[in-house]
């Protein structure tokens, strides 16, 4: 075992140094300028029952399609249409 290259047991382990945390940046509260407030106030007053009946008169969200089993045909069994064009053919034929 020539070429093997094996550190002692007391040998001092080096590891890739553990990475600091970096510290996220906070968002800083706005300052509520004096004009803002001014024009926050001045707004017109809501009309909360045309908004209610705004609200009731939009139509709700439709749920997901329901997962529909594949069609077959209805003679040989084979995925597609109700009844295949072979099977079709044949029943004309017929």
Known sequence: ???LDIAPANAEQTRPPIPKPVPK????P????PDRLLAIEAKA?????????AMR????RKSAPAIREETRCSY???PGPRVCDYCK???DAA
């Not at 008169?57 to 709700?60: E, L, V």
Request: a positive charge; proline letters at 10%; glycine letters at 6%.
């Open 57 to 60: 008169a939009r139509p709700k």
């Open 89 to 91: 053919a044949v029943e």
């Open 45 to 53: 007053p809501v009309d909360y029952s045309r908004t209610v009946a």
């Open 76 to 78: 040989c069994g084979e």
């Open 30 to 33: 706005r300052k509520a300028r």
């Open 1 to 3: 075992m020539a070429g």
């Open 25 to 28: 940046p906070v968002a800083k």
